[in-house]
């Protein structure tokens, strides 16, 4: 491997352009450069553009000595092709002369110049707005002079900075206003504003496009998940691999796309989903392809963590590529989330089934079918690893458990070898009626070998046996070492959401580091606004539950009484939410009452949402759990939620894996019953009573319910601006309570 780096000056635009050489020998005397390239049937032949000029650079590097009978220098160009389909590596030399490599590269630059000259004249115009741009609010609010500041100098200081900035300090502006000054003074190139769900980067969008037109006219585009801008929606999968076999705008040529993107930059500055899918319907292009490479154009970029930090659709252009030396920051929303994604992200599992249903299907190619039966067999030799905790139930049906912080030796290379063939079988372009289970598999093992990339002493293998059903787990347990890995080549990088607690805690997960800030803002809202309060003499832990569901209806009619309107009670569990939401309607007829169903479609949730409408007067009552989709992301503000019962502590339920967990943050010197259980409960508990207070004019009710509230650690953990909680022992005395607050008598 060789890295070449040449200066040149083209029509007065100086370039710096900078390669790397796969291979460099010298054969007899000539200078060879070899290459190797994966080509599909019908790909054009090589070498291409990009060999020849790496072939010219290395002629300039001053490595050269052999000439032509002219006199002319020669470099030989080695390509080595390997067909994917059949597996068969050809080879192709040619020989060419120092001029004629020249001519390749000068006209390859000719084609840059457009886009270089864009480029400086973008730093000469737009950076300077960006620069100078003013807040495009009349005035601040509290918190966010302090928010901006910490955030500023954080980007100067190369650092990581954890900001708590609880629901109305406007977040987004004082994360991206800052960061669009950097960007204008020139310390770095691009913003990536990182969301952990799609309905927070409309907010981020809105508020870029607030910049623009306060005068920062920078570009500004939100990347969307492939499936969702796929043209071929209907025929393709989202684990389908995009071919030609499938979809027309599969591997369309770089010029068209190119052609695309310089469509968009003329229309507009802003890209969202629904211009980029007409564009590229327009020049016939894929869509994500076209997002992808229009995102070398824009400063802002507004995207969900999986690009910067998921192995198999991380942007590696941006973030791996050696010759990028573009200089980016980080601002993470929603920061509290990314910990727990990243651990999805770098953990993976394999199912035995998997392997022999499709096994039954392919047994006509032999190939396919081998790779299959060894993968199959090689799950069936883990069943054996579980002997020893093997037990049968009443059924008769077999249980067992492995776990090991050793990988099994040769683990990978079965799954390796299958993961080619399936590559092999869904590029073919014969109909294939199973492909779309083939391409799920394919998905799965290209998760699990990323995943088996990364294992260190930070995961976990366990493999599981459920009566014929062997399933085996690669499961990261800490990502904080692969997210600062990834978070390394950034200048900076801010997270932020409105609960960070403890912040040193979503720190050490997050992979903030030794050097990592953290600030902690004041709600900006009057705290009398709402009232919170404790019901600390239940117990809702898992043995007490029963007996725990008349206390915790009565606490719920009581957090009712005090005015009329929409309330959401928040449960650990489907089944305990369940049990008392049956309880509940038993007793209190007259309130409506709506419960969250597990797996609702978005359809589902929209209308469960809708329901909650501020004008209804009526008693409405939504049985929800903690963790799920309605206990964070969901606005409902003014009167369409006047309150919040948080049953529990919001801890996830007690599994092995969880304890596997606690035990690896114990022996790395945390508090792991509190790594694993406790804080995460905490920051479920935090967002559900997030839903009550959106605005300066909200007035509401939070209510937790379980003793543990009582005690100094859970009362450590919450927020300033409930400094104020009440803690009640009956109902009787909660409901009076809560009706001063309404007559306006208490906070
Ligand atoms: S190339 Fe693009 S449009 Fe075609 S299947 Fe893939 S994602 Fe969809």
Redesign the pocket.
């Known amino acids: 491997m060789q890295e070449l780096t040449l200066d040149i000056c083209l029509r007065g635009v100086d370039f710096r352009v900078s390669g790397r050489a796969e291979a460099v020998s010298d054969i007899g005397g000539t200078l060879r450069l070899s290459e190797l390239c994966v080509c599909r049937e019908g790909s054009p032949r090589l070498p291409g553009e990009k060999a020849l000029c790496l072939a010219f650079m290395l002629s300039r590097s001053g490595a050269f000595s052999h000439s032509s009978g002219a006199g002319e220098p020669l470099v030989e160009i080695e390509t080595l092709i390997l067909n994917p389909e059949t597996g068969e590596i050809s080879r192709d030399i040619k020989q060419k002369t120092a001029a004629e490599l020249e001519a390749v590269f000068l006209r390859h630059l000719k084609k840059k110049l457009g886009e270089a000259r864009m480029f400086a004249e973008r730093a000469r115009l737009v950076l300077p707005g960006a620069a100078a741009v003013k807040f495009p609010y009349p005035r601040l609010r509290a918190g966010q002079e302090a928010m901006m500041r910490a955030c500023y100098s954080a980007m100067r200081g190369g650092r990581r900075l954890f900001v708590q900035a609880p629901t109305g300090i406007g977040k987004t502006i004082s994360a991206l206003y800052p960061a669009v000054k950097f960007l204008g003074h020139g310390h770095c190139d691009k913003i990536f504003y990182l969301t952990a769900k799609t309905s927070t980067q409309a907010e981020a969008y809105r508020t870029a496009g607030l910049l623009f037109s306060a005068g920062a006219h920078l570009r500004i585009l939100v990347l969307t998940a ?2 969702s ?5 209907g ?2 999968t989202p684990d ?4 030609r076999g ?6 369309v040529s770089g010029e068209r796309v190119a052609a695309a993107v310089v469509r968009l930059l003329e229309l507009q500055n802003g890209y969202g989903q629904k211009i980029i899918i007409k564009i ?1 319907r327009e020049y016939g292009v ?4 076209l997002s992808l490479e229009l995102a070398e154009f824009c400063e802002i970029i507004i995207a969900d963590y999986n690009y910067a930090f998921d192995p198999l659709v991380r942007l590696k252009k941006f973030f791996e590529d050696p010759q990028n030396t573009g200089r980016h920051v980080f601002l993470i929303d929603e920061a509290h989330n990314l910990a727990g994604r990243t651990r999805e992200m770098y953990s993976a599992a394999l199912c035995s089934s998997d392997f022999t249903r499709l096994l039954g299907i392919y047994r006509g190619e032999p190939e396919l079918a081998a790779a299959l039966n060894e993968a199959a067999g090689r799950l069936r030799g883990m069943r054996r690893l579980c002997r020893q905790d093997m037990m049968r139930d009443e059924a008769g049906v077999e249980h067992g458990y492995y776990i090991s912080r050793e990988l099994p030796e040769g683990l990978e290379l079965p799954f390796r070898a299958l993961c080619g063939e399936c590559e092999r079988r869904l590029f073919k372009p014969a109909a294939d009626p199973a492909a779309a289970e083939l391409a799920m598999l394919y998905r799965k093992l290209l998760r699990f070998l990323a995943a088996l990339e990364y294992y260190d002493e930070r995961f976990l293998f366990f493999c599981r046996v459920e009566g014929g059903e062997t399933i085996i787990n690669i499961m990261c347990l800490d990502p904080s070492e692969i997210l600062a890995r990834h978070l390394g080549r950034s200048e900076a990088a801010v997270f932020f959401s409105a609960t960070l607690t403890p912040l040193e805690y979503f720190s050490d997960i997050s992979g903030g580091g030794d050097r990592a800030e953290t600030l902690a803002l004041a709600s900006p809202f009057d705290i009398s606004n709402l009232f919170v309060a404790a019901v600390d003499n239940i117990s809702t832990r898992y043995e007490d539950r029963e007996k725990s569901l008349p206390g915790i209806v009565a606490c719920i009619a009581a957090v009712m009484s005090g005015q009329k309107g929409n309330y959401i009670a928040y449960f650990p569990s489907y089944e305990y939410m369940e049990r008392a939401a049956a309880k509940f309607s038993t007793k209190y007829p007259g309130v409506q009452v709506l419960i969250q169903k597990k797996g609702m479609s978005r359809e589902e949730k929209e209308a469960f949402l809708s329901a909650f409408r501020a004008e209804d007067h009526k008693m409405q009552l939504g049985f929800c759990v903690l963790g799920g989709s309605f206990s964070e992301g969901i606005d409902l503000p003014g009167s369409r939620l006047l309150g919040v019962i948080v049953v529990g502590v919001g801890m996830p339920g007690i599994s092995s894996e969880r304890n596997i967990m606690r035990d690896y943050y114990e022996q790395n010197q945390r508090s792991g019953f509190d790594y694993a259980y406790t804080f995460p409960g905490m920051n479920n508990v935090l967002q559900a009573a997030g839903r009550v207070i959106r605005s300066d004019t909200d007035r509401g009710v939070v209510l937790l319910i379980d003793d543990r509230y009582a005690t100094p650690k859970y009362k450590a953990m919450c927020p300033e601006h409930w400094r104020h909680m009440q803690h009640f022992a009956s109902p009787l005395s909660l409901r009076a309570a809560i009706i001063d607050f309404w007559k306006g008598r208490t906070s």
């Open positions: 492939k499936e801008c796929c043209l071929c929606r025929t393709k389908m691999p995009c071919s499938i979809c027309a705008y599969a591997g590229a894929c869509p994500y392809e």
